[in-house]
C-alpha cells in the first residue's frame, strides 16, 4: 500500500475517534486514536522491512528475501528514511550469494542515507571486504577508515580488526607473487 494512503488512513480514522469523543463514546474513541496511531506507525516503520530485519536477524536468509520481494516499489512504499535500510538489507542478503553484485547496493545504501552509525558502519565494511576482493587496496583502506570512524560504539571493532590482518595478508601475497615473476604464486 502506497504511503500517502496509510496518512489519508490514518487521518479519517483519527477523525472517527475525536467524533466518536465528541458524542461521548470515550472507549472507541480511544481506542480508534491507538489504531491511527498504529496505521500512522506503519508509515515511518514499514511492516514488511520489520519483517525483513526480524528474519535476518534469526539468520533466515529466505524468509527475509521474501519479505524484502513483496516491496515492489520502495519508492512509493517506504517512507525517503527507509530508502537506504532497504538497500542495505538487500546487500547484505546479496552479499551471501554474490559479493561483487551486492557493492552496488550498499553504495545505494550509503547514497540513500542511513541515520545509525553502526549501520553506515557496516555498509563500509562491506564495501572494503568487496574492494578487497577486487584487489583494490587503496580504496578499502579507505572504506576501513570510515568504517572505524563511524563505529563510535564499537560494535564492528573486531571485524575491523580481522578486515585489516586479512588486508596484510593480501599484501603479504602480493610481495611472493610479485617476486616470482610471470608464473607462480609461491605459498610458505
Known amino acids: 500500500m502506497p504511503n500517502f494512503i496509510r496518512i489519508i488512513l490514518a487521518a479519517v480514522i483519527l477523525g472517527?475517534?475525536?467524533t466518536l469523543m465528541v458524542f461521548s463514546h470515550w472507549g472507541w474513541g480511544i481506542l480508534l486514536v491507538f489504531v491511527a496511531l498504529l496505521v500512522f506507525v506503519t508509515y515511518i516503520f514499514n511492516e514488511k522491512m520489520l519483517m525483513a530485519q526480524w528474519h535476518l536477524r534469526k539468520e533466515n536468509m529466505d524468509k527475509a528475501?521474501?519479505?524484502l520481494n513483496k516491496i515492489n516499489?520502495?519508492?512509493k512504499e517506504?517512507?525517503?528514511g527507509q530508502w537506504g535500510y532497504y538497500h542495505l538489507l538487500i546487500?547484505?542478503?546479496e552479499s551471501r550469494t554474490s559479493p561483487m553484485k551486492s557493492e552496488k547496493y550498499f553504495k545505494k545504501a550509503l547514497q540513500f542515507?542511513?541515520?545509525m552509525d553502526h549501520n553506515i558502519a557496516l555498509a563500509n565494511?562491506?564495501?572494503?571486504?568487496v574492494e578487497m576482493a577486487k584487489r583494490n587496496k587503496r580504496e578499502a583502506q579507505r572504506l576501513l577508515k570510515e568504517a572505524e570512524k563511524a563505529d563510535k560504539n564499537k560494535l564492528m571493532a573486531e571485524q575491523i580488526k580481522m578486515m585489516?590482518?586479512?588486508?596484510s595478508m593480501l599484501d603479504k601475497t602480493q610481495m611472493v607473487q610479485g617476486g616470482r615473476g610471470r608464473g607462480g604464486f609461491r605459498q610458505y
Open 164 to 167: 585489516k590482518g586479512q588486508m
Open 16 to 18: 472517527a475517534a475525536v
Open 65 to 67: 528475501q521474501q519479505w
Open 125 to 129: 565494511l562491506s564495501l572494503a571486504g
Open 91 to 93: 546487500g547484505l542478503i
Open 78 to 80: 517506504l517512507y525517503k
Open 113 to 115: 542515507g542511513l541515520t
Open 73 to 75: 516499489n520502495y519508492e
